[in-house]
Each structure stands twice: as structure tokens, then as C-alpha cells.
């Protein structure tokens, strides 16, 4: 069955960088998008970006341009999300999620189930 | 980037009754549109792709329909399961997604 597991809950002082994981298995990780998405406290979901595991080619949302980084590693079949610069209202909980179908984007049938982002001094 | 906006912010709803939820995209996203329930503590959970297409294992009380900018979901008859908060989503290929306020259904 497809299982998305990310990486443990991450305390971050403003202006550093977090790099959340995002193990993917069940299923061949080339041929779905990764996407991430958070979710401030109390508030909605807002998309971040995807990343294409077989090119490595990334989409972000305008928002996060310049400051979040997508990559993968196909071996480890690992998707990576690495938000630099970060300050208090980055705090959320994060979540990768995969497409549904398979050549996407697509929306998004699988979620892993969070990782904690604590932005403070 | 695509905006998107849905109605009414909160329903408050008993069992049994049929919720009409609404969601309009600033742009046209032809049918790349999906819907996603979340309850508290846990990940959201796809229902609706393609703005009417039921994901696997979803009940037939939740339906989708709309294309272009006005898409609506609808909850024939209330089950408690039911009461939670939905997310639209378009899915415009190669633009940026994004995600609606959402909608929280509520116990009246």
C-alpha cells in the first residue's frame, strides 16, 4: 500500500532553514509528483509547490519563490522540501502528498501525516 | 495565480439534510478541479477530481459538479462522519495550484 512517512517535528529560530523528508513506498516513486502543502494553527491548507521525481522539474507557489527549495533523491525513494529564511508565521505543520494518477500533476490522493514546524526565538 | 473562493464560510447543518457547498476559481480551470474533507487532527482526504469524479471508497452521498469557475459539492443527506471542513482545489496543469478557504460544516 502506498505510505508516505515524513520526518520528525523540527524547532527552528527565525532566519534559519528546515529540511522536511518525505519517504515514500508501495509504489514506483518516479512516476507520481510530490506535492507539499501546510497548515498554519487554526487555518487552511495552502500549496507550496511539487517537484516531478523523475526530472527533478519544480513548481512553487509564487509565495514561496526564493525561499523553499524541492528536491529528491530517486535511490532513497525520498522527497525533500527545504524552506530557508524562516520566520514565526512559518510555523505549521507540513505535509507531502502525492498525486493520485500516475505522469501528473494531479490532485493529490496520498498524504503523509505532518511534520511540525516551530518558528521561535 | 488562480484565486479561489468558496461559500459560505461556515454551514451549520443537522443530519440528514442535504449541504450545497460553493467554490469559483478567478479564471477558468475547465474540470481540474478537486475537493478534499479534513477533520480535526488528521490529513485531508480526497473525495472529488476532475470536479465530479468520486475518489475510490468515497460514498455516493458526496457528489461534484461545475466546470470552468463555479463548481459546487453536495452532501445528499448529512452523516456525522460528515462534519468537518472542505477544501477546494484546482489543479491547472502546469500554473501554480491552489487551495480555497474552505468550508466548515457544522452541527446546527
Known amino acids: 500500500q502506498v505510505q508516505l512517512v515524513q520526518s520528525g517535528a523540527e524547532v527552528k529560530k527565525p532566519g534559519a532553514s528546515v529540511k522536511v523528508s518525505c519517504k515514500a513506498s508501495?509504489?514506483?516513486?518516479?512516476?507520481?509528483?510530490i506535492h507539499w502543502v501546510r497548515q498554519a494553527p487554526g487555518q487552511g491548507l495552502e500549496w507550496m509547490g511539487w517537484?516531478?521525481?523523475?526530472?527533478?522539474?519544480?513548481n512553487y507557489a509564487q509565495y514561496f519563490q526564493g525561499r523553499v527549495t524541492m528536491t529528491r533523491d530517486t535511490s532513497l525513494t525520498t522527497a525533500y522540501m527545504d524552506l530557508s529564511r524562516l520566520r514565526s508565521d512559518d510555523s505549521a505543520l507540513y505535509y507531502c502528498?502525492?498525486?493520485?494518477?500516475?505522469?501528473?500533476?494531479?490532485?493529490?490522493?496520498?498524504w503523509g501525516q505532518g511534520t511540525l514546524v516551530t518558528v521561535s526565538s | 495565480e488562480i484565486v479561489m473562493t468558496q461559500s459560505p464560510a461556515t454551514l451549520s447543518m443537522s443530519p440528514g439534510e442535504r449541504a450545497t457547498l460553493s467554490c469559483r476559481a478567478s479564471?477558468?480551470?475547465?474540470?481540474?478541479l478537486a475537493w478534499y474533507q479534513q477533520k480535526p487532527g488528521q490529513a485531508p482526504r480526497l473525495l472529488i477530481y476532475?470536479?465530479?469524479t468520486r475518489a475510490t471508497g468515497i460514498p455516493a452521498r458526496f457528489s461534484g459538479s461545475g466546470s470552468g469557475t463555479e463548481f459546487t459539492l453536495t452532501i445528499s443527506s448529512l452523516q456525522s462522519e460528515d462534519f468537518a471542513v472542505y477544501y477546494c482545489?484546482?489543479?491547472?496543469?502546469?500554473?501554480?495550484?491552489?487551495f480555497g478557504p474552505g468550508t466548515k460544516v457544522d452541527i446546527k
Open positions: 502528498a502525492r498525486d493520485l494518477r500516475n505522469f501528473g500533476p494531479f490532485a493529490q490522493g496520498h
Open positions: 508501495g509504489y514506483t516513486f518516479t512516476d507520481y509528483y
Open positions: 517537484i516531478n521525481p523523475t526530472s527533478g522539474h519544480t
Open positions: 479564471q477558468s480551470v475547465v474540470s481540474n
Open positions: 476532475g470536479a465530479s
Open positions: 482545489q484546482q489543479y491547472n496543469k502546469w500554473l501554480p495550484f491552489t
